[in-house]
């Protein structure tokens, strides 16, 4: 077997020469790189410099060199090298030696000086790398992962540059690199030990939690559009990440989609914090509510919330009835011989979704303990626009004058519009059709057309 050139070299590197030459040059967060994790009391990172005052090694810093780059935002850093491993290890050193925490009761600062010279000397070991492809990049950091603590979802994290994987971290955080806005649902504040708050959520991005929850609902989008509701196991979601005919085209036929879908998320965080003193959507929360919303596209296509209180009320309700093990249900067995009480199958098989049957099957009673939806919604007609036909058809029976002010009309200057409004409601059948201006039809949006043409005579009447 042939062996293939090295694509790397290994460099001692005192930690001085880390503090005073390299770290500025490399870029330690890079997109596929883990996010720092917030433990408690800086733990990892006091347990990252202890090794190293031990005489540990505390393993080996793998970087890659990356070539200069058309820079459009002047403010960002250009960097020499970018981290593919070690980013945990380089954050917590650098921040030990700007004193951010203590380690055996000092501070870096606090140290005697030949402790700090000493700590300096310390050499550390590099592996460097020619710039690689995203493709090689991600491997290297997957092998040199695979007996250490990293999770699926920090996996497909390291595929790094790559369209679905920009999708779904992008939505979910900012990225350094780029400063995007993520969506609000995922929004959070730091507190002074940079701590995050997270304003509509009940749990943190740790992890990639999140990431982990947005994969799937993209995944759904993107894999098994005509069925919502169901399964994405990691073997599916890591599928999802390879797959070469997932590119910008593509992520950006469902990044409307999966904005409305966290839309609804967030305004149920809304009412759920006036109800529940402040607490935004928990983890239970956040997925039985986007199975549920899968549940909605499915049965009804397109749909409005009639009242987003009145919404979340009937859910939270239902919820709570079906989680209560000592309520009306703990006596009631899950048929399919599985032995679960109905309050238990109802927290298992929300916390399964690799699994489309068991989703399915809580999803099944969750609707069947909430009102009739057609009293929470209002059900769209799927067909929105009136054919030619019909359109000619209407114009000629309204003897080619405008529904709402009655002067003559030709079909050139005509919009068919809805008389109750789609938006509300109105069916996209002969009936429910009024040819109308142009403009009128903008400005109608979504009301009725005898509310938008009483508007309208009130207005003329006033200038008359």
């Known amino acids: 077997m042939a062996m293939k050139p090295r694509l790397c070299k290994t460099e001692p590197i005192t930690i001085r020469e880390f503090r005073d030459t390299y770290y500025h040059k490399i870029d330690c967060l890079p997109v596929g790189q883990r996010l720092p994790v917030k433990s408690t009391g800086n733990k990892k990172a006091i347990g990252i410099v202890e090794t190293v005052i031990n005489g540990f090694n505390f393993g080996t810093i793998t970087i890659m060199k990356v070539s200069p780059k058309e820079n459009p935002n002047p403010i960002l850093i250009q960097y020499e090298y970018e981290s593919i491993d070690g980013g945990h290890r380089k954050r917590g050193l650098w921040s030990y030696l700007n004193n951010e925490f203590k380690v055996n009761g000092f501070a870096f600062s606090e140290l005697p000086e030949e402790e700090k010279e000493a700590f300096l000397d310390i050499e550390l070991t590099f592996c460097i790398y020619e710039e690689l492809d995203c493709a090689t990049k991600g491997l290297i950091f997957r092998v040199l992962n695979k007996t250490t603590d990293v999770n699926f979802i920090e996996m497909l994290n390291s595929y790094g540059d790559t369209p679905i994987a920009n999708f779904v971290r992008e939505t979910v955080r900012t990225v350094k690199q780029i400063d995007n806005a993520c969506h609000e649902l995922f929004e959070f504040t730091e507190n002074s030990k940079g701590e995050p708050s997270y304003k509509y959520l009940n749990f943190d991005n740790d992890r990639l939690k999140q990431d982990h929850f947005f994969a799937r609902i993209a995944y759904r989008y993107m894999m098994h559009p005509k069925e919502l509701l169901g399964g994405s196991s990691d073997e599916e979601l890591e599928t999802m990440y390879e797959s070469a005919d997932i590119d910008e085209t593509a992520v950006k036929s469902i990044s409307r989609k999966t904005k409305k879908h966290l839309d609804f998320l967030q305004t149920m965080a809304m009412y759920r914090k006036r109800k529940c003193k402040g607490v935004g959507l928990t983890q239970h929360d956040i997925k039985t509510l986007s199975y549920l919303y ?110 709402i002010d009655g002067k ?57």
């Not at 079906?322 to 011989?337: A, D, H």
């Not at 109905?342 to 909430?370: D, G």
């Not at 040819?435 to 039809?441: P, Q």
Request: proline share 4%; hydrophobic share 40%.
């Open 294 to 403: 899968f549940y909605l596209l499915d049965t009804y296509k397109q749909f409005n919330i009639k009242d987003g209180e009145e919404f979340f009320n009937a859910y939270m309700i239902a919820n709570e009835q079906l989680k209560n093990i000592e309520g009306r249900f703990k006596n009631e067995l899950v048929p399919g011989g599985s032995g679960y009480s109905v309050p238990t199958m109802y927290k298992k098989f929300i916390n399964a979704p690799w699994s489309t049957p068991k989703i399915k099957t809580a999803i099944a009673y969750l609707v069947r303990e909430m009102p009739d939806f057609e009293t929470l919604l209002v059900i769209k007609d799927v067909k929105r626009g009136f054919t030619q036909s019909e359109s000619i058809a209407k114009l000629s029976e309204q003897n080619f004058c405008c529904a």
């Open 408 to 464: 003559p009309l030709d079909l050139e200057d005509a919009q068919a519009g809805h008389i109750i409004a789609h938006a509300n409601g109105g069916k996209t059948v002969y009936s429910n059709l009024a040819m109308v201006r142009t403009i009128y039809n903008k400005e109608m949006g979504t009301m009725n057309l005898d509310e938008y043409r009483e508007l309208f005579l009130s207005k003329k009447s006033k200038v008359a």
